[in-house]
Structures are given as structure tokens and as C-alpha cells.
């Protein structure tokens, strides 16, 4: 799964990989700016970036709901 920023130069992805990461990209360097692997423990099913908030979104088969700060990786709240 994969999220723009919108009008920004910044995308985020999800990988299945053992570690569930979640990666912060620069579009015009195309490298990786950030990597969070604490915000599910299973699958991630899909993101969505708020431009207006600047939070990301993230569900997965973990069943939970994050939100939280895709510039240091803290969750606002989360829920199931």
C-alpha cells in the first residue's frame, strides 16, 4: 500500500515483510527518509496521509486503526 502527500514530494509505503515497515520516501532523491516498524504487528492493509493534519493513517490484519505523526512515528490514538 501506498500514500502521497499530495502536492508534497513525499510518499509512504507499507511493506509485508517480516517486520510490517512502513517507509517515508523523497520522491526527487527517491530515497528513503524514514522506516517505522512499531505501528502493527501484522499485515498493513492500507495508509492514507491527511495533507491538511499531515497524519497518516494505517489499518491492518492486526485489526487496529493507527494514526499517528509520520515525522517521528508517534501514534495520536489508535483503536480497534
Known sequence: SITWRGNDTQ??????SPEFLIKIWDLPTRREIR???NLHQSSINSLDWNTRT????????D?????WNPNDGKTIFSFK
Open 11 to 16: 510518499i509512504a509505503s507499507a511493506s509485508d
Open 35 to 37: 522506516s517505522y516498524s
Open 63 to 67: 485489526a487496529l486503526i493507527n494514526v
Open 54 to 61: 499531515n497524519n497518516i493513517a494505517s489499518t491492518g490484519s
